[in-house]
């Protein structure tokens, strides 16, 4: 079964939050009490994407953190990359190596050619898109080709 982590599936409720209010500092401890999570774990969440520059840390007794671009500038799959890692529907889909029945493996390139689409389709959500309670995936989808048309 193709499943997020826990820590993918809660860090995009945080980024959603922010979303829902760009431009606004959020603390960790609200953006834990958002998302139903300790505090422990939505730091360890925010510091990911933070290294990816996802989000940004302010300082000080007013600090917190902010998305670090506008929300319709980032996408769902990088939230996902950068908690989990590269998007893959299979090991075989991370690299050379990682079956060993890959040199035989006949459907090897359909699976990497369904990690590309899945990718791709998460590449074209972005958080503000998913914060919206009316969010429809294929209206993204073609709000986004049209844009780049």
Same mark, same amino acid.
């Given at each position: 079964?193709?499943?997020? &982590? @826990?820590? $993918? ?14 431009? %606004? ?10 998302? #139903? *999570?300790?505090?422990?774990?939505? $730091? @360890? ?7 990816? /520059?996802?989000?940004?840390? *302010? %300082?000080?007794?007013? #600090? ?5 671009? $506008?929300? +319709?500038?980032? &996408?769902?799959? /990088?939230? *996902? =990359?950068?908690?989990? #890692?590269? *998007?893959?529907?299979? =090991? ?9 029945? +890959?040199? =035989?493996?006949?459907?090897? #390139? ?19 898109? !998913?914060?919206?309670?009316? !969010? ?9 080709? %049209?844009?780049? $048309?």
């Amino acid at each position: 079964m193709f499943r997020l &982590s @826990k820590l $993918a599936d809660y860090g995009t409720v945080l980024v959603s939050h922010m979303a829902r209010q760009p431009g %606004r500092t959020c603390s960790t401890a609200e953006l834990a009490v958002e998302a #139903g *999570i300790s505090v422990a774990t939505a $730091a @360890k969440i925010l510091k990911a994407l933070a290294k990816r /520059e996802l989000v940004q840390s *302010i %300082r000080g007794t007013r #600090g917190g953190y902010l998305l670090a671009r $506008a929300p +319709e500038a980032i &996408s769902l799959g /990088e939230v *996902i =990359e950068a908690l989990d #890692g590269p *998007i893959n529907v299979t =090991e075989c889909g991370a690299g050379a190596g990682a079956c060993r029945n +890959e040199s =035989e493996c006949r459907i090897r #390139g359909n699976w990497r050619r369904l990690g590309r689409v899945i990718r791709d389709a998460l590449s074209d959500v972005s958080v503000a898109d !998913f914060a919206r309670p009316d !969010f429809r995936p294929a209206a993204a989808a073609a709000r986004s080709r %049209r844009s780049n $048309a």
